[in-house]
């Protein structure tokens, strides 16, 4: 088992910036991918980026973020980041991290989620 645990949601308005984590017990969590998911009301839950094992060397992201979210992982603290920049409006949603054994595998491990409000 893997318990994940996000924070760091709130308000902020357009153009800020936040930083999500997802802090893991568990299970040994660098044996883990890690990604994240949003929702917003009334949409499915979408993918956000996600991350390998070792950290950067397989990291990949939504065409919507590219260039202004950065995934991140510290082993150590057992905790995966989401660094968020420019954020838009319609990146208003509940944002979920989730966990994975490898590329080919479900994602088998959910948080509760925190919510991301972006002010125009």
């Known amino acids: 088992q893997v318990q994940l645990v996000e924070s760091g949601g709130g308000l902020v308005q357009a153009g800020g910036s936040l930083r999500l984590s997802c802090a893991a017990s568990?299970?040994?969590?660098?044996?883990?991918?890690v990604g994240w998911f949003r929702q917003a009301p009334g949409k499915e839950r979408e993918f956000v980026a996600a991350?390998?094992?070792?950290?950067?060397?397989?990291?990949y992201y939504a065409d919507s973020v590219k260039g202004r979210f950065t995934i991140s992982r510290d082993n150590a603290k057992g905790t995966v980041y989401l660094q968020m920049s420019s954020l838009k409006p319609e990146d208003t949603a509940v944002y979920y991290c989730?966990?994975?054994?490898?590329?080919?595998?479900?994602?088998?491990?959910w948080g509760q989620g925190t919510q991301v409000t972006v002010s125009s």
């Open positions: 989730a966990a994975r054994a490898d590329r080919r595998s479900d994602w088998r491990y």
């Open positions: 568990g299970r040994t969590f660098s044996n883990y991918h």
């Open positions: 991350i390998g094992w070792s950290g950067g060397s397989y990291s």
